[in-house]
């Protein structure tokens, strides 16, 4: 019963990129690995850039610094 969490910056991600990321995710792992999508569980996070941090500092000050 495989479990994906996938985490992502909260930047605009459709549902069309959502349902893609689901279904590629429990396809890749049925073929590699044979699991049953039917017991394969994706959750995707949107985050916060200030809540993601990158070299000590938060992606949206990271960012500013180019």
Known sequence: M???????TNEGVTREQKTRLIKGVT??????LGK????????????????WGIG????????KQG
């Open 56 to 63: 000590g500092m938060n992606v949206e000050d990271w960012r």
């Open 36 to 51: 049953d999508p039917a017991t394969t569980f994706v959750v995707i996070d949107e985050v916060e850039l200030i809540d």
């Open 2 to 8: 495989p479990y994906v969490n996938i985490k992502v």
């Open 27 to 32: 396809d890749l792992l049925r073929d590699v």
